[in-house]
């Protein structure tokens, strides 16, 4: 079984501030870790994924994060807002093998606000 | 390019009516999958395809019917068993490296 959960329904930053978005998530198997964009009525945009490999995972638009197996942890990151990543982001879990392969297990989400 | 196609964008459904929403990719992949996302709660698997003319129920299936003929074509009816259809859904495929690609989704609401 897989879950995940993420710290916080909204955050809000200032333009220009560290953006930090709290993932944590549990496997049975060993995770693939995602994390998605939403702008509203739209679909999902990936960001990054972590499947092997490096722990530190850089995306699209300055975002990255760090696969913390110690702490079930795979927090989203970018060192300076900018207005356009106001949106909803999601952080997922796929197993790699057994009954969870291929499937997505989403968190509720996080509301990133980002004012001037 | 390629890319996964559903429609209606907007979907209105009388009380004890079927209606089936529409999802079709040009990406070859073989995986397809169907999403709920209420507010709040992020999504919920309804039903997902890794071959045609297979299917599995996801975590909430219930009042939902899929099929899966032609590798390009996951249709979704919401059926009137399901009571709380008013969502937004979301189709997404997925390759053997673990691409998913989604649909930009149908908002269903009850009238």
């Known amino acids: 079984a897989q879950s995940v959960t993420q710290l916080g329904s909204h955050v809000s930053v200032s333009e220009g501030a560290l953006v930090l978005l709290r993932c944590n998530y549990s496997?049975?198997?060993?995770?693939?870790l995602f994390w998605y964009v939403q702008y509203p009525n739209q679909g999902l945009q990936l960001l990054l994924k972590?499947?092997?490999?490096?722990?530190l995972v850089k995306g699209i638009n300055g975002f990255e994060a760090e696969f913390k197996k110690s702490e079930t942890s795979f927090h989203l990151t970018k060192p300076s807002a900018h207005m356009s990543d106001a949106a909803e982001y999601f952080c997922?879990?796929?197993?790699?093998?057994?009954?969870?392969?291929?499937?997505?297990?989403f968190g509720q989400g996080t509301i990133l606000t980002v004012h001037p | 390019d390629g890319g996964i196609t559903q429609s209606p964008k907007y979907l209105f459904r009388k009380e004890g009516q079927n209606v089936t929403l529409s999802c079709e990719q040009n990406?070859?992949?073989?995986?397809m999958y169907w999403y709920r996302q209420d507010p709040g709660q992020g999504l919920r698997l309804i039903y997902y395809?890794?071959?045609?003319?297979?299917?599995q129920k996801g975590d909430i299936a219930e009042g939902y019917s899929v099929s899966r003929e032609k590798k390009e074509s996951f249709p979704l009816t919401v059926t009137s068993a399901q009571k709380n259809p008013t969502a937004f859904y979301l189709c997404?495929?997925?390759?053997?490296?673990?691409?998913?690609?989604f649909g930009s989704g149908t908002r269903l609401t009850v009238v």
């Open positions: 990406l070859n992949h073989d995986a």
């Open positions: 997404a495929s997925s390759s053997v490296d673990w691409s998913y690609t």
């Open positions: 997922a879990v796929s197993g790699a093998g057994g009954t969870s392969y291929g499937k997505l297990t």
């Open positions: 972590y499947t092997t490999g490096a722990t």
């Open positions: 496997s049975s198997v060993p995770p693939y």
């Open positions: 395809s890794q071959i045609v003319n297979d299917f």
